[in-house]
């Protein structure tokens, strides 16, 4: 069983569309994160649901905005793409226990292309 | 705010060389640390952890141990494989819920 599945794998676009990636955890864990890692793999937090509630909500366009419809399911939804969104997203979990959080576990990645 | 420092590479060894890879950290209190490796196409995928100082994380042959005098979590393995070429992240997680990664350091490990 996949513990955190993302969907697509790849998304292929043009400029000023609207699209969402879609997240599932089955792994119980009570947070879960959206990351954009660029071309020289570094990695930056986007967003951070905790109990579908909203935690951190790092620096990024209001274009971006994170659903959480329960604490399984995380979905990011991306209006008016720009050619700077290319990049690869990934999607998170981990358990947080006193107030730490544990080891997050990574999905495949949604390679997205914006033309 | 917390932070990670590691290098950034590219690393390039032979296969059975000795491997270290440099991670020292900034943070409040008593952080939990770790070792992520991304291979080619791939998500990350927790390599080793140690939640305490003195802790030796250790998995596949890598080791890294917390040392909180050094604030350091150098990742070590003895002879690295032509399969174990990857992005490594070195990463924190303090109280407040924020996980913190390095900027991923790129190990190729030639025949």
């Known amino acids: 069983d996949t513990a955190v599945s993302q969907t697509p794998k790849y998304l292929v676009t043009q400029m000023g569309n609207d699209k969402s990636i879609k997240c599932e955890q089955n792994l119980g864990h009570d947070t879960m994160y959206w990351y954009k890692q660029d071309s020289k793999k570094f990695l930056k937090i986007m967003f951070s649901y905790n109990n579908k509630e909203l935690i951190i909500n790092e620096t990024v366009p209001n274009r971006f905005s994170p659903k959480s419809p329960d604490k399984a399911h995380l979905n990011l939804h991306i209006n008016s793409l720009e050619l700077g969104d290319s990049a690869v997203y990934f999607c998170?979990?981990?358990?947080?226990?006193?107030?730490?959080?544990?080891?997050?576990?990574f999905g495949p990645g949604t390679r997205l292309t914006v033309l | 705010g917390d932070s990670v420092t590691q290098m950034e590479g590219p690393v390039t060894l032979s296969e059975e060389a000795f491997l270290t890879i440099n991670c020292t950290y900034t943070a409040t209190g008593y952080p939990s640390l770790f070792w992520y490796v991304q291979y080619p196409g791939e998500g990350l995928q927790l390599l080793l952890k140690?939640?305490?100082?003195?802790d030796k994380g250790s998995n596949k042959g890598f080791e890294a141990t917390y040392r909180k005098e050094t604030t350091s979590f150098h990742l070590e393995k003895g002879s690295v494989q032509v399969s174990d070429s990857a992005v490594y992240f070195c990463?924190?997680?303090?109280?407040?819920?924020?996980?913190?990664f390095g900027p991923g350091t790129r190990l190729s490990v030639l025949p």
């Open positions: 990463a924190l997680s303090n109280y407040g819920q924020n996980f913190v």
């Open positions: 140690a939640t305490k100082a003195d």
């Open positions: 998170a979990s981990s358990q947080v226990t006193s107030g730490r959080a544990d080891t997050q576990y």
